[in-house]
């Protein structure tokens, strides 16, 4: 079982910027492609950002495009969220999945089925 922690979530106004953290304890972390999702109230989840096992391949949603970055670092068994120009509808939770049978070393998915762990989420307020 990995087990798949978030941190950094935090009130910030918009047009500000925040980065959030993902570490997973499963010591072969580069083997799994990452994601960020996100989950605002009455909202389905929603994926935000994934980055592969090779780490060649970054997806990322059309809402979140040009503003977010997703990054990570098998050293440190660690993934990250960069956030710039929050707006208030980029309010919700957020959440960290790991992938551990991508297909490929460049697969991610955009669905959230074949995501393996979870993290509990960590919230994120932009106010306005």
């Known amino acids: 079982q990995v087990h798949v922690t978030e941190s950094g979530g935090s009130l910030v106004p918009a047009g500000g910027s925040l980065t959030l953290s993902c570490t997973a304890s499963?010591?072969?972390?580069?083997?799994?492609?990452m994601a960020w999702f996100r989950q605002a109230p009455g909202k389905e989840r929603e994926f935000l950002a994934g980055?592969?096992?090779?780490?060649?391949?970054?997806r990322y949603a059309d809402s979140v495009r040009g503003r977010f970055t997703i990054s990570r670092d098998g050293g440190k068994n660690t993934a990250w969220l960069q956030m710039n120009a929050l707006k208030v509808e980029d309010t919700a939770d957020y959440y960290c999945?790991?992938?551990?049978?991508?297909?490929?070393?460049?697969?991610?998915?955009?669905?959230?089925?074949?995501?393996?762990?979870w993290g509990q989420g960590t919230q994120v307020i932009v106010s306005s």
């Open positions: 499963d010591p072969w972390f580069s083997r799994y492609a």
């Open positions: 980055i592969s096992q090779s780490g060649r391949r970054l």
């Open positions: 999945a790991a992938d551990g049978n991508p297909g490929t070393v460049d697969s991610v998915a955009v669905d959230a089925a074949p995501w393996d762990y």
